[in-house]
Every structure is written in structure tokens, then in C-alpha cells.
């Protein structure tokens, strides 16, 4: 086999801006929980981290979308994932937000949210492994038993055993409660399980000595729907009380699916107690509280896929951004006459800049949207208990901006890759670069976790409405407020009127909604809720891209014109003054034809869609 090839590429200063400068970390840093950090260990992390990256795993990602491979019953990963997976928890890279209690680093989620970024984007397939299993693993931390805390959730913490969640079917799709899997009791307090569940990523692999199930399955006479599902803790082999292993739990891999993308991550049918010896035990001690403790791992789980969204998108958009400084085609736009005029970089044609400016807007626009969540999450746990209604306000944001983060991020991800491959032309649907396969990858985010019609709907039917409206409201107040400081600003004050136009249809966006649940005109809610998603998120984007450009004007002014941060912050300022231009505009034309409730989609006949 060649010689595998690093294709990976992140901007470190860029993450470092956004954390440190604009959303301040700093604020949290040094004081409780995260008395242990500071801005240079910040930096130190992801630095070590992009290196593992760029070294470790980089090179293994177009190794692995040859795929795995199933042969007597278990899957093997593709060459070299068990030896990235060995050095990844060496050094510590999935334990740095872990609690101390269970070995961690105990970091701020917004650096935990900057190492995920890396490590997703240099192999998304790769590190779904390791993020299924630190997802089931806090599941269990939250819900769990003392004993299953220190059995099952230690181990998956320090990368001992992988864990999956276990939800779909095949009859049910996204209708979770139509789940079929059932579970009956044991004289000793255990279940047997029996089902089947698809689509389960990271289902069986070879990275670990065993894998831990979270599945959901209905007790035997337990009500119909979600309120009487159960979750169970399923080994895929027997675990004695000391941690010691037995033989095989009657979990099989019917098969593994053959797909656009991510193919290193194994993708399982999954058959538990074909031979009805499958046995689990209830996370905890309650039966019927499935969906709530599966809840937990499902937000986490839409954020991590805003993640890999943003992750994959970043990466597409510098390795455009290299080749078109690099490929030489075609005499400048001034010297379009001249047939003897020498070929330029296409980064000097304006159609290219055209197409690289959005891309720098949107995925430094998201980062920011992502990053601030996640930082919402640090402060509201460092004011838990010492202010409970600040507290609460950052929990409600998190809760807010979680659909937006997951929908908005997943759907431009495919865009934004597809984008980068125009930039490439013809050498971009080849192999040869690694454009092609971030959009192969990525397109699967807009679908699993939650189809991004499930976030939308989620967001207008729930979330705005959620704690009264406040957390919505707080939302727009703080969008209020940045207009209300710099509408006057001499340099962006245009673009910040943009903002302001942009804000106001979304406001009476959200409200257009409410009439139509009062009226129980509900048809209506599905067929807009999409639309209304992408205004609040590219609204969001407006102010966090505008947010940044305000500090970068100030800022450099006061470094010298041969500083490379000079050109940084240029850049800050000009990616805002597009989004404002070219797409905060858009927000206030959706609205309109938003409020016009179209209803054609209900109304035309389904057999007037084909005549085949």
C-alpha cells in the first residue's frame, strides 16, 4: 500500500480567534469547574491535537473510505485504525471534557468542541467510534448506577470498549415509538432482549475489546409509543462483575450497509437474542424512562454533527482555497483581450473569489455558532448555583441553538463541499484531491441524528416556545442590542442595518407561527418550518460574523501592516460585509414568502406528481 497522505487542513489562528477573542473563553478559565485552565494550555491542546490530526489519522481518511470489511460475523476497520486508535487515547485526545471523576481532563466544552472539530475533520469515520462511545458512556455517568458508572462507563471513557445507541428499526425509521424490540424480565433483575435494529454506526469493529449497546426496547406489557420504552445496557459479550469478559451475548451483525460515505465507519444490522440468550440491564433502575435517558446522548449527538458538518466544511473550503492560489488557467479579467497574456491563479478570477468568500463566510459563521453553544454550556455550569438566572439563560440558549446547530451546519456542509469541488473543476471530482469524499461524507449529516425536518420542527413547535419564549426572546434581545451598538458604526454600519432587516423578519417570522397554531391551521408548520430554520440560523451567522468583524476593525488598527494578523482581520471584516450583503438580504425575501403559506404541496394530487 502507497504511503497514506495527510489532506486535513484547519486554521488554528481562526479557532483561536473565535474562542479566545471574540467568545472570550478567557471569562472561565481559572475558576471553578475549570480552575486547571488557561488560555495557554487552550492553545497548547489544539496544537497537539491538529498534530495528532495531521500525523495520526489525517492519513488514514482516504484509507478508510475503501470501507470495512465483515467476515465471520465481526467487522475489521480498515489498515492502521487500530493502531490511531491506540495512540488517540495515549495521548489523551477524547478524555480532555471527560470528568475528573472518571479520568478526564474536566476542559470547557468550547475547547472541547475546537478538539472535535480537528479530529472529525481529519476522519470523520475514524473518530465516530471513539464519539459513540463517549456519548454512551455519559449516558450511563448521568443515569447510571454506581456500579454500571464504574463496570461499563469507565471503561468506555478510557476507549477500553466502545458503546453505540440503538434506536432504529426498520418498520419505524424516525417513528421511534413504533419500536418493536422487546425486553422481558428475569427472576435476577436482568432482561432478555430480542429485535432488531439498523442503521447502527460503529455497531461492531475491531478497535475494542468489546462494545456496550444502549438499546431501546419495550417491556413485555409496557404502554405503546415512547412512554414505554426502556433503555438497556447490552454488552456484545458477557461482563462479569469484575469487568472480566465472557462468551458471546447473543449479539450478531446481520450485515453492514455499503454506502455514499463515511465508509470506515461500520454501518450494522444489528440482531440481539436471535438465539434468545441476549441479555441487558436497565440504565439505572427505573423502567419506561428510554426516551429521556436516550435524549441525553441525542443532543449531544446533534452537536457533534453540526461538528462534523463544520469539521468537513472547513477542511473543503482551505484545500479550495490552496489549489486556486496554486492552478494557473486562463489571463486575468483585465487582459481578457490579450490572447498572449500569461495564465494567472484562479484565485485572481472574480467568479472563484466569488465562491471562496462564501465559503470563508459560512464556515467561519458557523464555527462561531458552534463555538457559542458550547461556550453557553461552560458558563451556564460555571453560574450553577452562584447565579441561577444567568445560569439559566445560557442553558436555554444551548437548548435554542441545538436544532439550528445540527440542521443549519449538516445542510451547508454538502453545499459548501459541492462549492469546493467547482472551485477544483474537473480535478475536484477525482480522487486525487479529497473534496469528492467530504461530500460523499458529508451528506449523511443532514439524516442521521434527527432528519433536519425533525430539528426544524423541533425548533418552531418546541423551542421558540420553550420556558414561556424567554429563551427565544433572550435571543433576539441580544441581537437587539448588538444593533443598537453599532448601527452607527462607521465602517460596518450598513451591514449592520442588514442585520436589523434581517431580525425583524425573523421576529415576525416566529410570530406567523404562532397565529397558525392558535388558528389549528398545523398543516402549515411542516412546510415552513425548514424555511424558518435557515432564516434564524442565517441570522445567527449575520450577528456572530458581524460580532467578529467589529472586534477585527478595532483590532487591527492597532497592528502593523506587515503583521499577519493584519491580513487576519481584513478578512474577518470582509467575510461579514458579504453575509450581510449577499445573504441577510435573503432572510427578509423568505420571510415574505414565508407569510404567503403556500399551499400547493397539499394541494396537488399524488397522482398528479407522474403518470409513471
Known sequence: MAQPINRFKADLREIQFVLLEQLRLGDVLGKAPFEDWGEDEVKM????????????????????????????????????????????????????????????????AGLGAAVEELLSGANTSFNMYSGLAVGAAEVIAEFGTDR??????QRMFDGQWGGTMCLTEAQAGSDVGAATTGATKNDDGTYNIKGTKVFISGGDHDLTENIVHLVLARIEGAAPGT??????????????????????????????????????SSTCVLNFGDNDRCVGELVGAAEHQGIRQMFKMMNVARIAVGLQGLALASSAYLNALEYAKDRKQGPSVKDWKNPEAPRVPIIQHPNVRQMLLELK?????????????????????????????????????????????????????????????????????CQDHPVEQYCRDSKIFSIYEGTNSIQALDLVARKLGQAGGRNAQAFL?????????????????????????????????????LAWFQAGEMELVPLAANRFLEMMSELALGWLLLDAAVIAVERSGKVAASHPDRAFYEGKRHAAVWFAANVLPSVVGKAKVLSKADRSPLQIPDAAFATV
Not at 461482563?239 to 458471546?248: A, E, H, M, Q, T
Not at 453553544?373 to 436555554?396: E, F, N, P, T
Not at 444551548?398 to 459548501?416: E, G, H, M, W
Request: charged content about 25%.
Open 45 to 108: 491542546v489544539l496544537e497537539e491535537t491538529y498534530r495528532y490530526a495531521r500525523e495520526v489519522s489525517g492519513p488514514l481518511n482516504h484509507v478508510g473510505d475503501r470501507g470495512c470489511r465483515l467476515e465471520g460475523g465481526r467487522v475489521l476497520t480498515p489498515e492502521g485504525f487500530k493502531e490511531a486508535w491506540n495512540k488517540l487515547y495515549e495521548a489523551g485526545w477524547k478524555k480532555i471534557s471527560v470528568p475528573a471523576e472518571f479520568g478526564g481532563q474536566g476542559a470547557p
Open 227 to 264: 412512554k414505554g420504552l426502556s433503555l438497556f445496557i447490552v454488552p456484545r459479550l458477557r461482563v462479569g462483575d469484575d469487568g472480566s469478559l465472557g462468551g458471546s451475548n447473543d449479539v450478531e451483525v446481520g450485515s453492514i450497509e455499503h454506502k455514499m460515505g463515511i465508509n470506515g
Open 477 to 513: 434581545g441580544d441581537i437587539a442590542k448588538f444593533v443598537a451598538t453599532h448601527k452607527a458604526h462607521a465602517d460596518l454600519g450598513p451591514a449592520v442595518a442588514n442585520l436589523e432587516k434581517a431580525h425583524e423578519a425573523v421576529a415576525g417570522t416566529a410570530m406567523q407561527f
Open 148 to 153: 454500571q458508572k464504574a463496570l461499563f462507563a
Open 361 to 429: 463566510a459560512k464556515v467561519e459563521g458557523i464555527r462561531a455558532l458552534i463555538f457559542k453553544l458550547a461556550i453557553h454550556q461552560d458558563r451556564s455550569r460555571g453560574l450553577a448555583g452562584v447565579d441561577d438566572d444567568k445560569a439559566s439563560y445560557h442553558s436555554g440558549q444551548v437548548d435554542l441553538l441545538t436544532p439550528l446547530v445540527k440542521a443549519y451546519s449538516s445542510d451547508q456542509a454538502f453545499r459548501i463541499c459541492e462549492i469546493a469541488i467547482q472551485v477544483f473543476g474537473g480535478a475536484g471530482y
